[in-house]
């Protein structure tokens, strides 16, 4: 993979007819946010879920999550640039919850 330097981004991006003002020395390429269901089936009382929040919460990358204790699932919103889902299920085995991925909501 050849990396641009930020003259040859400049003139690539004029090239394509392109009007960009960059600022900095290097061009930062963000991942879109991720979203993901887990299924929590040892949630047994409603106070489980802010357990499994404040572990699931304190993953570096995550940045939004929804514990449901109904439904026995987690709806976790995060940058899957910085962590995979194997980060979060190994946050929530670790605070006594093991979970297990249903699928993706986006």
Do not use: H, W
């Amino acid at each position: 993979m050849k990396t641009l330097v930020p003259s040859q981004a400049r003139k690539l991006i004029a090239s394509a007819g392109i009007a960009v003002i960059l600022t900095g020395a290097s061009i930062a390429v963000s991942a879109a946010p991720k979203t993901v269901i887990l299924a929590i089936p040892s949630m047994d009382c409603p106070v489980c879920p802010i357990t499994v929040k404040k572990a699931l919460s304190q993953v570096p990358g995550v940045s939004q999550t929804d514990v449901n204790f109904g439904k026995r699932q987690a709806v976790v919103t995060f940058d899957d640039a910085k962590i995979n889902v194997g980060a979060l299920t190994e946050s929530t085995k670790n605070a006594g919850y093991p979970s297990t991925l249903v699928g993706t909501a986006n």
